[in-house]
């Protein structure tokens, strides 16, 4: 299995809470990625980074921000969490070929 | 834009029976890769098989094999002898290094294996 890593696995978390989302990985890739997918879903790119300092928005209109300070690290914050930001957060990795997936958090914003 | 098209929502299979699901993209490069993904049931996504668009033999990894045709941009996946274990969602998903290494995935196929 690929090692990628995501803290914490589920969260449930008030409206209006400050929440960062980990994200590592230890294989040195350059790339990064950060899909939203609600269950049994399609995947939607929210975030994406090619490298250190490097950030970019993806398709999907997301409120959340992301940093990309270390290689092997990419948290993804949400300044104030709602109800419409409950789903599944993945992380994903890449060098050039196939994406390497963390195993997802659940948030769930009552 | 690359689009990625995944035709059914949901399939079922007899377990040790072998199913086919479908998957068409649409793309002006040349130079691309294509994959399909297994996600199951609150686990990992995980890579399942993956081809190059410069390579005319098609992929196979053990019970999975992939019926890759460039010129239909069409890409489907083979499972032979299913198992239970194979109950997932399937997703299949594009990516060329000329359009920035981006992901572009279907919308995927839930697939249930039944004993």
């Known amino acids: 299995e690929a090692d990628i890593y995501q803290t914490p696995r589920y969260l449930v978390i008030g409206t209006g809470k400050k929440i960062t989302l980990e994200c590592s990985q230890t294989?040195?890739?350059?790339?990064m990625y950060w899909y939203q997918q609600d269950p049994g879903m399609e995947l939607h790119l929210i975030h994406y980074?090619?490298?250190?300092?490097?950030?970019e928005k993806g398709d999907l209109s997301s409120e959340s921000t992301v940093s990309r300070i270390r290689t092997e690290h990419f948290p993804l914050t949400l300044e104030s969490a709602r109800p419409s930001h409950t789903s599944q957060y993945l992380c994903?990795?890449?060098?050039?070929?196939?994406?390497?997936f963390g195993p997802g958090t659940r948030l769930t914003v009552t | 834009a690359q689009t990625v098209t995944q035709s059914q929502p949901e399939m079922s299979v007899q377990e040790a029976e072998t199913v086919t699901l479908s998957c068409t993209y649409d793309?002006?490069?040349?130079?691309?890769?294509l994959f399909w993904y297994k996600q199951p049931p609150s686990r990992q996504m995980i890579l399942v098989i993956r081809?190059?668009?410069?390579?005319?033999q098609n992929a196979t990894e053990n019970r999975f094999s992939v019926n890759f045709q460039k010129a239909a941009k069409s890409f489907s996946l083979k499972i032979s002898d299913s198992q239970l274990g194979d109950t997932a969602m399937y997703f299949c998903?594009?990516?060329?290094?000329?359009?920035?290494?981006?992901?572009?995935f279907g919308t995927g196929t839930s697939l249930t294996v039944i004993p």
């Open positions: 294989m040195g890739h350059d790339k």
């Open positions: 994903a990795s890449s060098r050039g070929g196939e994406q390497y």
């Open positions: 998903a594009f990516m060329s290094p000329n359009t920035g290494n981006q992901f572009y």
């Open positions: 980074s090619y490298g250190v300092n490097s950030t």
């Open positions: 081809q190059e668009a410069y390579k005319q």
């Open positions: 793309t002006s490069e040349s130079n691309y890769y």
